[in-house]
């Protein structure tokens, strides 16, 4: 009875320490990969159509480095400049990002919550939602 007993014991420590940590407070992370779970595309005012990501669309993994104020797409091995950080502040507890982008430097809006649900805002009801992780530095 006593080796049933220490092994059940070793297997409540080991689930124990397998629990994840709590979760990181993505609003002063230095690093965030995105994965998209929703899309919102108008055409004109008004005249807007939300979808869900597909499969492709979340193989296009969004990475902001906050250090360094860029923006890239990942795809596999392949990364994409996507933009340039302008601005970067938490109010209410919620990180509120300015990116520029494109050859005309178009605004993009992001608010990034510390549990990681990122919205995307780049004008005229065109809209993203994601979801984000930390990254490694």
Same mark, same amino acid.
């Given at each position: ?8 014991a ?5 689930? !124990?320490?397998?629990?994840? !940590?709590?979760a990181?407070?993505l ?12 899309v ?14 597909t ?7 969004l ?18 400049? %996507?933009?340039?950080?302008v ?5 209410? %507890? ?6 520029? !982008?494109?050859?005309? %430097? ?13 919205a995307?805002?780049?004008?005229g ?13």
């Amino acid at each position: 009875m006593k080796i049933v007993s220490s092994a059940f014991a070793g297997l409540v420590s080991i689930i !124990a320490l397998a629990q994840p !940590a709590a979760a990181q407070d993505l609003t002063t992370a230095a690093k965030v990969e995105c994965v998209p779970v929703s899309v919102t595309r108008c055409t004109e005012p008004g005249k807007c159509t939300t979808r869900q990501a597909t499969d492709r669309d979340k193989s296009d993994v969004l990475v902001i480095d906050f250090t360094a104020k860029k923006a890239s797409m990942r795809r596999g091995t392949e990364t994409r400049q %996507g933009g340039d950080v302008v601005e970067d502040k938490v109010v209410d %507890g919620v990180r509120r990002v300015v990116m520029t !982008a494109g050859s005309r %430097g178009d605004k993009i809006n992001i608010t990034l919550t510390k549990e990681g649900k990122l919205a995307i805002d780049r004008g005229g009801g065109n809209t993203a939602d994601a979801t984000c992780t930390a990254a490694a530095s």
